[in-house]
C-alpha cells in the first residue's frame, strides 16, 4: 500500500476506515490489485471527503468535525450518506461509503481551475505526454481540481431501467502533487484493457442520414458527439450518400487506423456494416466469397448508435433504444459476442443477417414499404395494414436440424444441469438473455475450445502431411517449379477459424426434421428483435450469443387470430409460444423452399440482395401471386431457395446486454437481481 503525502491541514486516514464493522466486510483483491492503493482528503463540492483509490474501485466517504466531550482535540468521523451506497463488486466498504467502477469512467481531467478540469481532453493525434505510461512529468504541477466524468445506469427508474446518464465529480486538493499522482494512476487504469473491454482512441463512424426520420446526422451532432468529445475520441465520420455505400468503403479502405467501427442509422445500416466487415475479413484470408470453408471473425468491434425506424438490434442488445446509452456503451468499451446468420442459395452465399429473415407477412411489408418511402416511417405502418387485411398463405417447406449441435462434442460431466445454460438441453422454463448471461457465457467457452482443438487438428494434420510428402525425383527441376509441387496451406492454418466452427464439421450425424404447410408468416429470429412498440419482440426468448436462432411458423388461419398474434407481440405479458396456430423450433440451421420449387431443383431468382422489384415489372406474373419475398434486416432477399445458418458470437459489439427488473416493494426497497433468468422481465416499463 502506496501512503500518498496529506494537504495542511488534513486529517491521516487509513484504508481501514473504509471497512465495515461486521466481520463479513473485508478486502477481497480486485482486478487490479497490483496497482498502488491511494487514500487522501479531498472537498467535493465545499465538504470534505475522503476518497480511496483500491484495483478497479473508487471510494468516497463524507467526513465531519465532531468535538468529542472528554477532549479538546478534533477527530473526523462519517456523516450519513446523501444517497444509498451501490454495489462496488468483490470488494465491501462502509456503509455510508459511495462506489465507483472504473469501467463506468468516461475520462478523467486535472486543471488549475474548477472550468479548465470540465473541458472535455485533447484527441490522442495530439503532442500530449501520456499520463498512461506512469513517467513524471518534467514540469512542476499545478492543477488542483480532478474531474471524473462516469456513466450510471438509472437502475432505479420505472420507465427505462437499461437507459445511462452521464455524471460528473469533481474534487479538489490544495497540493497539486496529489492530484497529478491520482491523475496518473487513475489514467493507468482507465486505459488498462482486458479481454471484455477496449478504450476506444479512433474510431470510424458511419452516418446514415435517410433512415428512419432522416434525423442521423442531426441525432450524431446533438447526442453523440458530446460524448465522443468527453472522451477524447478522435471519431472520423462518412455521411453515407446512397444504398451499400458502408460495404464498399469497408471493403476498400484502409481500415490499420481505427481501433472500432460506429454506425448511426438503423438496422439496415448495421446490416450494411456487418457484411462489409465478415466480407472483407475473407478477402484477407482468400477464402471463396461464394462458398467459403468457414467464416472468419473479424477484428474490429461494432458499435450500434439507433437512428432507424424500428432500431431492434439496438434494442435488444441494450434493452432501450436511447442514443445516449448507445453512445456511452461505446465509449465504456465493454463488447459481447453477437451470433450472426449466413444466408445462402443453393448457389452460393448471399449475405449475413443480424436480426430476423422473415417471409410471407413480414416479407409483403418490406417489398411494398419500398414504394412508399416518401412516407417515411408511415410506411411501415400503411404497408401492414394492407399485408395484414390480405391475409394471404404461402405453401413451403422447411428442413430444421430437430436438435442443436452445441454439445455433441462436450462431456456431459462438464455441462451445467441448468436450464439457462444451452439450447440443446431442453429448457422446461425459457429464459430471457441479459447481462452477464449464463447461457451466452458458456457458448463462448464451448466456441473456444472448439476453436483450439480445430487448431491443434489443423496443425497436427498439416505437419504430418509435410513428413509424409516424398521429395521430387526430378532433379532437373527448378527451385521455383519445386516450390509448386509442395502442398499449399489451408487456409486454416493461415488463421485462427474463430467464426463458424459449426460449419466445418460432419452433418452425417444431424437429424431433420421437415415441416410442410400453409404459412402467414415464417420467421429465422436471430436476436429478440424487440423495439419500442414491441418490447418482447417476436422471439421473446432469443439470445444474443448462444449460436441458436428461433425458427417461428405462423400458420394460415383467420383475421381473428392474426390480431392475437400480433397483441401477443405487442405486449409485455403474451407469449407466442401459448398461441396453438405457432410453433416455435430452436435450430441452428433451416432450408426453405416453396412446394412449387421443390418439384424443381433450378428454380431460384437471381439478384437477391437488390431491392424487389414492383409487381408489374417482374418477367413472371405468376412469381407475384404465388410466392413471398424475404425481409433480411430491413432488405428485400427474393430467392426461393434458402438456407439460414446461425453462427456463434460471430462479431464483437459495444454492450453490456439488456439488464433484468424487479419491481419495487410496497415498503420501498428494491429487490434483489433473480438468481435465474426465468424469473426477470425484459422491460422494465410500466404495465
Known amino acids: 500500500?502506496?501512503?500518498?503525502?496529506?494537504?495542511?491541514?488534513?486529517?491521516?486516514?487509513?484504508?481501514?476506515?473504509?471497512?465495515g464493522s461486521s466481520g463479513d466486510s473485508k478486502f477481497n483483491p480486485c482486478s487490479a490489485s497490483a496497482h498502488d492503493v491511494l487514500l487522501n482528503n479531498f472537498q467535493l463540492k465545499k465538504k470534505s471527503y475522503r476518497v480511496l483509490l483500491h484495483g478497479q474501485q473508487l471510494v468516497w466517504e463524507r467526513l465531519q468535525k465532531l468535538k468529542q466531550p472528554s477532549s479538546k482535540s478534533e477527530t473526523k468521523a462519517p456523516l450519513p450518506a446523501d444517497s444509498p451506497s451501490q454495489p462496488g463488486g468483490a470488494c465491501l466498504y462502509g456503509p455510508q461509503s459511495h462506489v465507483l467502477h472504473?469501467?463506468?469512467?468516461?475520462?478523467?481531467?486535472?486543471?488549475?481551475?474548477?472550468?479548465?478540469?470540465?473541458?472535455?481532453?485533447?484527441?490522442?493525434?495530439?503532442?500530449?505526454?501520456?499520463?498512461?505510461?506512469?513517467?513524471?512529468?518534467?514540469?512542476?504541477?499545478?492543477?488542483?481540481?480532478?474531474?471524473?466524468?462516469?456513466?450510471?445506469?438509472?437502475?432505479?427508474?420505472?420507465?427505462?431501467?437499461?437507459?445511462?446518464?452521464?455524471?460528473?465529480?469533481?474534487?479538489?486538493?490544495?497540493?497539486?502533487?496529489i492530484v497529478r499522482q491520482w491523475d496518473q494512476e487513475l489514467q493507468i487504469r482507465l486505459h488498462s484493457s482486458s479481454p471484455t473491454r477496449m478504450r476506444v482512441r479512433r474510431l470510424l463512424v458511419f452516418i446514415n442520414p435517410y433512415g428512419g426520420r432522416k434525423a442521423g446526422a442531426q441525432t450524431y451532432e446533438r447526442h453523440v458527439r458530446p460524448i465522443f468529445q468527453l472522451a477524447g475520441v478522435d471519431a472520423t465520420c462518412i455521411t453515407t450518400q446512397r444504398a451499400n455505400q458502408v460495404r464498399d468503403i469497408l471493403l476498400?479502405?484502409?481500415?490499420?487506423?481505427?481501433?472500432?467501427?460506429?454506425?448511426?442509422?438503423?438496422?439496415?445500416?448495421?446490416?450494411?456494416?456487418?457484411?462489409?466487415?465478415?466480407?472483407?475479413?475473407?478477402?484477407?484470408?482468400?477464402?471463396?466469397?461464394?462458398?467459403?470453408?468457414?467464416?472468419?471473425?473479424?477484428?474490429?468491434?461494432?458499435?450500434?448508435?439507433?437512428?432507424?425506424?424500428?432500431?431492434?438490434?439496438?434494442?435488444?442488445?441494450?434493452?432501450?433504444?436511447?442514443?445516449?446509452?448507445?453512445?456511452?456503451?461505446?465509449?465504456?468499451?465493454?463488447?459481447?459476442?453477437?451470433?450472426?446468420?449466413?444466408?445462402?442459395?443453393?448457389?452460393s452465399l448471399l449475405r449475413f443477417c443480424a436480426s430476423v429473415l422473415s417471409y410471407g407477412y413480414l416479407g409483403d411489408v418490406a417489398a411494398q414499404s419500398e414504394n412508399y418511402r416518401w412516407m417515411g416511417p408511415r410506411r411501415y405502418e400503411y404497408s401492414g395494414v394492407k399485408a395484414f387485411l390480405n391475409n394471404r398463405g404461402y405453401?413451403?417447406?422447411?428442413?430444421?436440424?430437430?436438435?442443436?449441435?452445441?454439445?455433441?462434442?462436450?462431456?456431459m460431466e462438464e455441462v451445467p444441469q441448468s436450464p439457462d445454460s444451452v439450447c440443446s438441453l431442453g429448457e422446461s422454463l425459457p429464459s430471457v438473455c441479459y447481462a452477464n448471461c449464463q447461457r451466452c457465457s458458456f457458448a463462448s467457452s464451448i466456441q473456444e475450445q472448439q476453436s483450439s482443438m480445430l487448431i491443434q487438428e489443423e496443425s497436427r494434420n498439416s505437419q504430418r502431411s509435410l513428413r509424409e510428402e516424398p521429395e521430387p525425383e526430378d532433379s532437373h527441376l527448378t527451385p521455383n517449379e519445386s516450390a509448386l509441387l509442395r502442398p499449399r496451406p489451408r487456409p486454416g492454418n493461415l488463421q485462427?477459424?474463430?467464426?463458424?466452427?459449426?460449419?466445418?464439421?460432419?452433418?452425417?450425424?444431424?437429424?431433420?426434421?421437415?415441416?410442410?404447410?400453409?404459412?402467414?408468416?415464417?420467421?429465422?429470429?436471430?436476436?429478440?428483435?424487440?423495439?419500442?412498440?414491441?418490447?418482447?419482440?417476436?422471439?421473446?426468448?432469443?439470445?444474443?450469443?448462444?449460436?441458436?436462432?428461433?425458427?417461428?411458423?405462423?400458420?394460415?388461419t383467420s383475421l381473428l387470430n392474426n390480431v392475437r398474434f400480433l397483441l401477443n407481440t405487442a405486449g409485455r405479458s403474451g407469449d407466442i409460444r401459448n398461441l396453438p396456430f405457432v410453433e416455435v423450433y430452436r435450430t441452428r440451421k433451416f432450408q426453405f423452399r416453396t412446394l412449387a420449387a421443390a418439384g424443381d431443383e433450378d428454380y431460384s431468382l437471381a439478384g437477391s440482395c437488390q431491392p424487389i422489384s414492383p409487381p408489374g415489372e417482374m418477367g413472371v406474373s405468376s412469381t407475384s401471386t404465388e410466392f413471398s419475398s424475404w425481409n433480411c434486416d430491413g432488405e428485400v432477399v427474393t430467392d426461393l431457395d434458402i438456407t439460414?445458418?446461425?453462427?456463434?458470437?460471430?462479431?464483437e459489439v459495444f454492450m453490456r446486454g439488456p439488464h433484468s427488473y424487479s419491481k419495487p416493494l410496497k415498503n420501498g426497497t428494491t429487490p434483489s437481481t433473480p438468481a435465474s433468468s426465468s424469473d426477470n422481465v425484459y422491460c422494465c416499463c410500466k404495465d
Open 1 to 19: 500500500m502506496t501512503q500518498t503525502k496529506q494537504p495542511a491541514g488534513g486529517s491521516s486516514t487509513s484504508a481501514s476506515d473504509f471497512i
Open 496 to 556: 485462427l477459424p474463430t467464426g463458424s466452427i459449426s460449419s466445418m464439421r460432419n452433418l452425417a450425424n444431424e437429424q431433420w426434421k421437415v415441416v410442410r404447410g400453409n404459412f402467414f408468416m415464417i420467421c429465422g429470429a436471430n436476436i429478440t428483435c424487440a423495439c419500442a412498440r414491441s418490447p418482447n419482440g417476436i422471439s421473446r426468448y432469443s439470445h444474443l450469443g448462444d449460436g441458436c436462432l428461433d425458427l417461428i411458423l405462423v400458420k394460415k
Open 395 to 411: 405453401e413451403a417447406e422447411l428442413r430444421l436440424l430437430e436438435e442443436p449441435d452445441l454439445l455433441l462434442t462436450t462431456p
Open 102 to 177: 472504473l469501467d463506468d469512467v468516461i475520462s478523467v481531467r486535472s486543471g488549475d481551475t474548477k472550468v479548465a478540469s470540465l473541458k472535455p481532453p485533447p484527441p490522442p493525434t495530439s503532442n500530449r505526454s501520456s499520463n498512461s505510461s506512469g513517467e513524471v512529468m518534467p514540469a512542476k504541477p499545478t492543477s488542483q481540481y480532478l474531474t471524473i466524468n462516469y456513466a450510471l445506469r438509472l437502475s432505479k427508474s420505472q420507465t427505462d431501467c437499461n437507459r445511462w446518464e452521464l455524471r460528473r465529480l469533481t474534487f479538489f486538493n490544495s497540493d497539486p502533487y
Open 644 to 651: 439460414m445458418r446461425s453462427h456463434c458470437q460471430l462479431i
Open 252 to 347: 476498400t479502405h484502409d481500415l490499420g487506423v481505427y481501433d472500432a467501427v460506429c454506425c448511426v442509422g438503423g438496422d439496415g445500416t448495421v446490416a450494411e456494416v456487418i457484411n462489409g466487415l465478415l466480407f472483407r475479413r475473407m478477402r484477407e484470408l482468400g477464402l471463396d466469397e461464394q462458398r467459403p470453408p468457414y467464416i472468419p471473425r473479424p477484428a474490429l468491434p461494432v458499435g450500434v448508435i439507433p437512428a432507424g425506424s424500428t432500431d431492434t438490434i439496438a434494442y435488444s442488445m441494450h434493452g432501450t433504444a436511447d442514443v445516449r446509452t448507445a453512445a456511452i456503451h461505446v465509449i465504456l468499451g465493454q463488447h459481447r459476442g453477437l451470433d450472426v446468420c449466413s444466408v445462402s442459395n443453393g448457389q
